[in-house]
């Protein structure tokens, strides 16, 4: 039996964009979510997206997922968390050069 070589088209397309059933058929090969299977495909201009594979028979997809960035942590290490007005008694502090034992040693009464 001869096995002809069959080439399948490859299309790069949003999940939006696939008719509902081949919708469907990508939301059942990833029940869990897209987050383990996402590859990062970057663009000749410098932008990139974010797509999953997707076979069938005739076409293989490289189906486009939204993905939102978490830039909020970014943010939040970019927070000054503390005014100068706020730290009240900073120059106050000076360490005389004993060990915590040594002061706990002056509390105990004998």
Known sequence: MIKQNTI???IV?????LPQELQDAVKEQYP????DAMIRINKP???FFYAVPFDTDEVAY??????KIDDKAQEDDDKDYYDDDEIKGADEIQDDGRSEEEEEDDDIDV
């Open 8 to 10: 399948k088209k490859h």
């Open 13 to 17: 397309t949003s999940l939006h964009n």
């Open 32 to 35: 869990l979510g897209f987050t």
């Open 45 to 47: 201009n410098g932008d």
């Open 62 to 67: 490289m189906v486009k997922v939204d993905v």
